[in-house]
């Protein structure tokens, strides 16, 4: 990874929830790993802070099996957790030495799978959640923005986009 090559020059880097990097390891900096790790403790480094982080509640990711039974669940687990990851990467923002930071926000991809329905019929019930969820999510992106001030370069990206489904192909069927 490019905090590896950075390193290896002096410099230090936290990554905060980006896929695919779990079990955690040794680095220059700090590492929390994302989406499929398993078991907190092994999902950070270094591992002293992990106390820090169960003190707060943080988790990697929703339990998304749970969408089809317990939607409103999801929905105030998916704000809860938006609070704890934001929280979280604005101590390290504030307390780290870094060069480089990285932050990915999951919440959004859990949000689009179990509730696009939502943002496409205004009167569904969980229309203004969907919302909601993006006001939240840009008043926190804002605090770290003016957190960075003009010190800071920011680059925002998205892995793919969304869009509502309306018929499907499965291809190895035709």
């Not at 290896?8 to 695919?20: C, D, F, Q, T, Y």
């Not at 317990?70 to 979280?88: C, E, H, N, Q, V």
């Not at 840009?138 to 370069?153: M, T």
Request: hydrophobic fraction near 45%; charge should be negative; charged fraction near 30%.
């Amino acid at each position: 990874p490019v905090w590896d090559r950075w390193g290896a020059r002096g410099l230090r880097s936290v990554v905060i929830n980006l896929p695919a990097t779990y079990p955690a390891r040794e680095m220059p900096g700090v590492l929390i790993a994302g989406f499929v790790a398993v078991d907190l403790a092994r999902a950070v480094w270094p591992p002293s802070l992990l106390p820090r982080l169960q003190q707060r509640g943080y988790r990697v990711d929703v339990d998304s099996t749970r969408a089809k039974e317990d939607p409103d669940g999801l929905a105030r687990d998916l704000r809860a957790l938006l609070d704890i990851r934001f929280d979280t990467a604005r101590e390290l923002f504030r307390t780290e030495r870094w060069d480089f930071f990285l932050l990915t926000i999951t919440g959004t991809d859990r949000l689009h799978h179990f509730f696009w329905h939502a943002l496409e019929d205004p009167v569904d019930r969980f229309h203004p959640f969907f919302l909601e969820y993006y006001r939240a999510l840009d008043a926190r992106l804002g605090e770290l923005f003016e957190e960075a001030g003009n010190r800071h370069s920011i680059c925002l990206m998205s892995d793919h986009g969304f869009t509502g489904i309306r018929h499907e192909v499965f291809l190895n069927r035709l």
